[in-house]
């Protein structure tokens, strides 16, 4: 079992920047990848990051590429999400979660732990 938690949401101006947190408990954090995904009002949950077991990999949704970074401190058993350059349109609750194995996934029922979400509000 992972337990996942996340912080670090709020609300921002748009332009601004925001720093996500998700920190797991329960299996070893090393061994497994982990992802970011959101979920604005009325839309589908969609993929938004994902990074692997040691951090050596990441990928991006292309609605993020060159203002969001993923990274990893296996030390912390935590996950980031630095979102910089935000739009009105990253407005959504945003969900860390994990799969089971080590490398990146980023279809939603390819993760089998999910944290409970964070809100990230853009305003203009």
Not at 22 to 49: I, L
Not at 98 to 119: K, R, S
Request: aromatic fraction near 12%; include cysteine; charge should be neutral.
């Amino acid at each position: 079992q992972v337990q996942l938690v996340e912080s670090g949401g709020g609300l921002v101006q748009a332009g601004g920047s925001l720093r996500l947190s998700c920190t797991a408990s329960g299996r070893t954090f090393s061994s497994y990848a982990m992802g970011w995904f959101r979920q604005a009002p009325g839309k589908e949950r969609e993929f938004v990051a994902a990074i692997n077991y040691n951090g050596g990999s990441t990928y991006y949704a292309d609605f993020v590429k060159g203002r969001f970074t993923i990274s990893r401190d296996n030390a912390k058993n935590t996950v980031y999400l630095q979102m910089n350059s935000l739009k009105l349109e990253d407005t959504a609750v945003y969900y860390c979660a994990a799969p089971l194995g080590p490398l990146l996934v980023t279809l939603i029922h390819e993760y089998d732990y999910w944290g409970q979400g964070t809100q990230v509000t853009v305003s203009s």
